[in-house]
């Protein structure tokens, strides 16, 4: 993106996953910013380890949601005759780069569409998480509002 080369984390069915350098600025923000919100919300002091393994795990679970959002991309792309060749994470988020473009808009629309698809079942089952863990209650969502 700015120059600089990326550096491969893995491969999925093929697919080189990488990171470009800006990626680490936001990942370290992420933890930094999330490990002083769970330790003002735990009011912990600078001693415990607890608010920065959950600041880690946010972190993880942010960019993997990112991640997982690209790979629907990259898995419906295929399926319609379209290659990818690698995804690379970066500071904006993240990005399927495929073999060539779309023979059609249909085409298209599917593997634009594949994307926000993942990110909503990923809110689904943590909703649905959520729910389970903590309990509905309707006096939650008064609260919320």
Do not use: C
Not at 118 to 143: Q, W
């Amino acid at each position: 993106m700015f120059g600089g080369g990326s550096i491969t984390l893995f491969h999925i069915r093929g697919i080189r996953i990488a990171v470009d350098w800006s990626w680490f600025l936001i990942l370290f923000l992420v933890i930094f910013w999330m490990t002083n919100f769970y330790s003002d919300l735990l009011g912990t002091s600078g001693s415990s380890i607890t608010p920065f393994a959950l600041g880690l795990a946010s972190a993880a679970g942010f960019f993997g949601s990112i991640l997982l959002h690209e790979l629907g991309h990259a898995f419906v792309a295929p399926r319609n005759g379209i290659g990818i060749s690698s995804i690379q994470l970066w500071i904006f988020g993240g990005m399927a780069r495929m073999d060539r473009e779309a023979d059609s808009p249909g085409v298209e629309a599917r593997i634009a569409l594949a994307g926000p698809a993942v990110t909503f079942a990923i809110f689904v089952v943590m909703a649905i998480a959520g729910i389970v863990s903590g309990g509905f209650h309707e006096k939650s969502l008064d609260n919320a509002r």
